[in-house]
């Protein structure tokens, strides 16, 4: 065969049967495995493909003489010769992609220690690049090692609980696989730590980083990191360590115990990224007045960042209820093209503080102000803010607003036409008080009448019950009143064209 072929025939084989996939595909699979029986050019392709992703090693112990027993468990019942491992070896070589799933008590533990015997020297699949560690089992993780070799740069691990055994297993992982780019262990906790810090230092080409508590030393090492694209940990010690993350194009997500121990922390921090998002975990009844004055002095260059979350991960009555004097500090983040605060009250910050962002910030595609909750606070803003927003910022795609959709004033005063956005595909007003569904209808129809509907929160107090009929109202209408507007508009410009054509006549 020319050179050429194989790599043509092996992508052929992959379209049967995709080496990466979510769900097993029985009939594609045994296609290729017919297919590697034909004849010899076809047998590697087919086989590379057909075991390049396991979701078990039950395929492998299978292969080399293995069996289950009465209670459905995985046994080699009989010593492995030399015939067996070179299966193995055969075999082993060509899995890219394992996953040890939580589902691994058909294992018994003697068929692990069996296959951590493997007599080649290194790891039992050399050619690994991406492992998924899913078991909780304590007498599997010693065995890790055996898994992780030069070649695996993915690494996601999934303990329910630690014990010195795994802390043990995961420190050391560094020089096993010091090429690692990925590595995910998101349910991490203080008492690991130190293990997982251990470990991270060590790798140095590190892309991805999902995991819990980090110590000093590891976060140091992390930030200095140019190659870094995403970035996940969680503070749990109140100390302000002293850090400078340098990793300008790494998105930063950073769980938070509350907005007060997030503010201590970042007094001798500096950032150099694009996309910080926090996500707070409880709210401790303060919010640091000068929390976002802190979080800009921790910005050399402020104008760079561009994406900016503080989200609330566990739902709770207390509200964060911000003001403009509060927010202004945002607006030296003049890049920003992503501002989520939904989760936050906004109903203090006023119209005057809209506009002045709409212009600090033109670039906005998304912006998030308090739409999320339930608030029974009467906000400030009004629909002189929105339409400020909708002047400035021609970029907004996605707009979440809580404001005032009543009118002290004829409705007609905001329909402004340089205030229209066509880009506008996701509105929200969450809880936001509205008197009269008509005129708002008519308003939100003539300046973003591309909206595929207006979002609004549901199933609230008796206080709010009211205020979602409204809002459904609106929704109801809207879609008819767009319509008809472009229709009225199609018709007066055909007449207005036939006035001018009989003129001319």
Same mark, same amino acid.
């Given at each position: 065969?020319?050179?050429? /072929?194989? $790599?043509?025939?092996?992508?052929?084989?992959?379209?049967?049967?995709?080496?990466?996939?979510?769900?097993?595909?029985?009939?594609?699979?045994?296609?290729?495995? #017919?297919?590697?029986?034909?004849?010899?050019?076809?047998? $590697?392709?087919?086989?590379?493909?057909?075991?390049? %992703?396991?979701?078990?090693?039950?395929?492998?112990?299978?292969?080399s003489g293995g069996k289950r027993d009465g209670n459905n468990r995985l046994i080699w019942d009989r010593p492995l010769y030399d015939a067996d491992w070179r299966i193995l070896a055969q075999y082993g070589k060509r899995v890219r992609t394992l996953t040890i799933s939580p589902e691994s008590n058909t294992w018994d533990i003697s068929t692990m220690q069996l296959l951590s015997c493997f007599p080649v020297p290194g790891p039992i699949l050399p050619n690994l690049t991406k492992l998924n560690w899913l078991t909780d089992r304590e007498d599997f993780f010693p065995f890790l090692r055996r898994f992780c070799g030069p070649s695996l740069t993915a690494l996601g691990l999934s303990p329910m609980s630690w014990s010195v055994r795994k802390c043990a297993a995961i420190a050391s992982l560094a020089p096993s696989c010091p090429l690692l780019k990925e590595f995910t262990c998101v349910n991490a906790e203080d008492s690991s730590m130190q293990a997982i810090s251990? !470990? &991270? &230092?060590?790798?140095?080409?590190?892309?991805?980083?999902?995991?819990?508590?980090?110590?000093?030393?590891?976060?140091?090492?992390?930030?200095?990191?140019?190659?870094?694209?995403?970035?996940?940990?969680? &503070? *749990?010690?109140?100390?302000?360590?002293?850090?400078?993350?340098?990793?300008? +194009?790494? !998105?930063?997500?950073?769980?938070?115990?509350?907005?007060? *121990?997030?503010?201590?922390?970042? %007094?001798? /921090? +500096?950032?150099?990224?694009?996309r910080l998002h926090l996500f707070c975990e409880r709210y401790d009844g303060m919010f640091p007045e000068h929390f976002f004055s802190r979080l800009k002095a921790c910005f050399r260059n402020p104008g760079e960042l561009l994406e900016l979350g503080v989200v609330k991960t566990i739902h709770h009555n207390r509200s964060i209820i911000l003001n403009s004097i509060m927010l202004r500090p945002l607006l030296s983040f003049k890049g920003l093209n992503y501002l989520n605060l939904a989760d936050l009250c906004t109903s203090h910050i006023d119209d005057t503080f809209l506009e002045e962002m709409a212009v600090s910030c033109p670039n906005l595609h998304d912006l998030y102000l308090g739409d999320k909750g339930r608030w029974l606070i009467a906000p400030r803003a009004t629909f002189d803010g929105v339409v *400020?927003?909708?002047?400035?910022?021609? %970029?907004? *795609?996605?707009?979440? /607003?809580?404001?005032?959709?009543?009118?002290?004033?004829?409705?007609?005063?905001v329909l402004r036409v340089d205030a229209i956005n066509l880009n506008i595909r996701n509105f929200s007003v969450g809880a936001s008080p509205i008197s009269d569904p008509m005129n708002v209808t008519v308003v939100l129809s003539s300046l973003i009448p591309n909206a595929i509907c207006i979002n609004h929160c549901a199933q609230g107090s008796a206080e709010l019950r009211e205020m979602e009929e409204r809002w459904d109202t609106v929704n109801a209408w809207f879609k008819p009143f767009v319509s008809a507007r =472009? +229709?009225?508009?199609? %018709?007066?410009?055909?007449? #207005?064209?036939?006035?001018?054509?009989?003129? =001319?006549?």
């Open positions: 065969m020319h050179h050429w /072929i194989p $790599d043509v025939v092996q992508l052929i084989f992959e379209f049967v049967y995709a080496p990466i996939r979510t769900e097993e595909d029985r009939e594609g699979r045994a296609t290729i495995a #017919g297919l590697a029986r034909t004849c010899r050019a076809f047998k $590697d392709p087919a086989l590379d493909v057909l075991w390049a %992703q396991l979701h078990s090693l039950d395929a492998l112990v299978l292969c251990e !470990a &991270v &230092v060590g790798w140095n080409r590190l892309q991805v980083l999902h995991v819990g508590p980090l110590d000093e030393q590891a976060l140091t090492h992390v930030g200095s990191l140019k190659t870094l694209q995403d970035l996940r940990f969680c &503070v *749990s010690d109140i100390r302000s360590p002293v850090l400078d993350f340098s990793s300008p +194009h790494a !998105a930063m997500k950073i769980s938070i115990p509350s907005p007060s *121990s997030f503010y201590t922390f970042i %007094q001798n /921090i +500096h950032f150099s990224t694009q *400020s927003l909708l002047k400035h910022c021609h %970029q907004l *795609s996605s707009l979440g /607003i809580f404001f005032s959709a009543t009118f002290t004033r004829d409705f007609t005063d =472009k +229709h009225s508009w199609e %018709q007066g410009w055909l007449e #207005g064209k036939a006035v001018v054509k009989n003129e =001319k006549a």
